[in-house]
């Protein structure tokens, strides 16, 4: 969800013990409610799925993945995305959760050109694909997923997104994820931004009539997220984001207001230093 920047997370500045990371995990996850990768929560996850439970067993048990989704998320949190990706991708349907994050962040800062990230993202789409069919019912396998699919869109553009049908795919998985867990604040965050940026591109009211999208929807999702986040950077940048695409002059002593709380947040990890740091400079500019 974050803008485009060039500049890199600093490594293993947030690299955190298994033991803080647990302590620390439902901060580091108010944005998303991603449940901790323990192998008692796995294999409650597992309970009731058959295709995962013979996929679990046959890489070793929950206890092993959760060793292995621990270091995942341990280096995604340390801001050593293209690790992650490589970590997380194998480790089936709920590793691919931490890299089909993974991987939308490192599409945003690599220095890849414009073809490999696209094969990345088609990649992570892929993973994404076969973990909804895995896990429908987890809602982080449908965010995820909607999270890649709207950074492709971001590569081949808005408009060509929409008239090929992946926007419709995006809001699909991401109204799935609120679905199942209405208290997801990036999913609420990610939807404001769908109908902002769709307003954006095809005025008020085509884009009401044509895909059902309004600025009010816009600023009900973020306002919501506000509520559940309070406290994240990303958050409160977005907002802002949305904002300017709905009516820059208009809204712009309110963007300007969430951009200095975004810039007033304590970062628990490398992605929120980074939004912290943008959101400064952003203020300076």
Not at 29 to 47: C, L, Q, S
Not at 253 to 264: G, P, R, S, T
Request: hydrophobic share 45%; with cysteine.
């Amino acid at each position: 969800m974050t803008r485009k920047s060039t500049d890199r997370p600093s490594r293993g500045a947030y690299r955190y013990t298994p033991e803080k990371l647990k302590a620390l995990w439902a901060q580091l996850h108010v944005t998303d409610r991603e449940p901790w990768p323990g192998h008692t929560e796995i294999a409650r996850t597992a309970h009731g799925t058959p295709e995962f439970t013979a996929w679990l067993r046959e890489y070793g048990g929950a206890q092993k993945l959760a060793d292995a989704l621990q270091a995942a998320w341990s280096v995604f949190h340390a801001g050593e995305f293209a690790h992650a990706v490589e970590l997380g991708a194998q480790l089936g349907a709920l590793g691919a959760c931490v890299a089909n994050r993974a991987a939308a962040v490192e599409s945003l800062y690599t220095r890849r050109g414009p073809q490999a990230i696209v094969k990345e993202l088609l990649a992570a789409m892929q993973r994404g694909e076969e973990a909804v069919a895995m896990l429908p019912h987890h809602p982080n396998t449908h965010y995820t997923l909607a999270l890649v699919l709207g950074r492709y869109s971001q590569r081949i553009s808005i408009l060509k997104a929409i008239s090929d049908g992946i926007a419709a795919r995006v809001k699909s998985h991401l109204d799935q994820a609120l679905a199942l867990e209405p208290r997801h604040a990036e999913a609420h965050v990610a939807l404001g931004l769908y109908h902002a940026e769709i307003v954006h591109k095809l005025g008020g009211i085509v884009a009401s009539f044509t895909h059902g999208v309004s600025a009010s929807a816009a600023i009900e999702h973020l306002r919501r997220a506000v509520e559940l986040a309070p406290r994240s950077p990303i958050v409160h940048m977005e907002y802002a984001y949305a904002l300017q695409l709905l009516d820059a002059q208009r809204h712009r002593a309110d963007a300007e207001q969430l951009y200095h709380e975004a810039a007033a947040c304590e970062p628990l990890d490398a992605m929120e230093a980074l939004d912290v740091e943008r959101a400064k400079h952003g203020l300076a500019a």
